[in-house]
């Protein structure tokens, strides 16, 4: 069956807004765990890895140096489709949460649900699913505790099955009123708002962006979020863009101001630059016949090429025996004059890039190195590398 054009926009809409999700989330995971926990990858993957590092921390009894993770995020995954997300967000959601994720259809998720809860809460857990062995387990567990003497957490019972032809849950599985956000969380909100619509030059976009995004989260999670509040944080970003904005034009202006009295100077006691075909060192270079490693190493000394070693998060794609010793890869480098970027200099980087893939390719890295310009000195040059 073929999906009519609004349908598929639809779907297009859904699928971008759950990787920036899933991006979101693996970020807040790497804020919390830090490097002990690497967020690059699938968001499974991803959470597999938290899940067992928030098990060593627990079983050591270091849960506690935690960091908390925000409520909104969090309580956004509780219905995520792969169970091993939704067993991560029910362990460090709020509390309040959890009514919701009583009645999950995974096992692994009730037992996260049910190791949170209090004593009378996993008993009607139990009741709901009584083929869970991992509910009795964690039911013994709580009730040896108590009997030893601990003291009952405050928590609210789950109420009865109404499947079962008993008594309907009632208030008890009703989700509280939202958690409490920061400003620290609604500047970052904003800040993602102003990447993804801020493009739009008349600034058109913020208070119905705003409106939207609060209505969908106050019906996806039950978070509400103030459109006041979000929209003020959004407008002070974009006046701060714009003061920006107002700087490097007038800071262009004076350096095109300089730029041309300089070259009046010049003209003026006969001193333009020499770029003739004998002293162009780039031109020789490209007009040279070199190629493969020959140009790379020629390249490499004419624009003082500097080198490190190859990034953590690249080197563990990498596979087989290669992956034993460190590659060098290009970081830093110069233009071999004071003349700025021009089509020449451009077309040998580029060259340099080409060149130094097409050996990593034969090597069997699926390694690509490009090139810019260093932000803040006009003849230096930045290098990255990415996986193809």
Known sequence: MRLKLDELAQVVRKTVDEEKAASAFKTEIGRVFGVTVITEGKLSDVVAAANDRLDVLERTGRRGVLETFEPALTASFLDYRDPEVRKFAARVCPEKFLPKMASDKHPAVRAAVAARLSLPAVREMMRRFPQDDQLRVIFKQKKALHEAGLPKPEVQPLGIDPVAGK???????KQAEGPELTENWYNQLALKMLHDYG?????????LAVNRYCRSAKATSGIEIDEAKLLKHIKKLIEEKEDDAMERSALKETLAWLDAQEEQENLAEDLLPDLSEDVDLVRDL?????AGQQFLEVASKLFRVQHSTLPIGIRKYRLGEGNAHQTLVPCIAMLPHQHGFRAIDERALDTYCEAWTR??????????LGWDAHPTDVNKISFSVVLK
């Open 199 to 207: 493009r739009n030059i008349e600034y058109a976009w913020e208070e």
């Open 286 to 290: 490209m007009h040279g016949g070199m």
């Open 359 to 368: 050996i990593q390719s034969l090597a069997g890295e699926p390694l690509r």
């Open 167 to 173: 008594e309907r849950l009632g208030d008890t599985v």
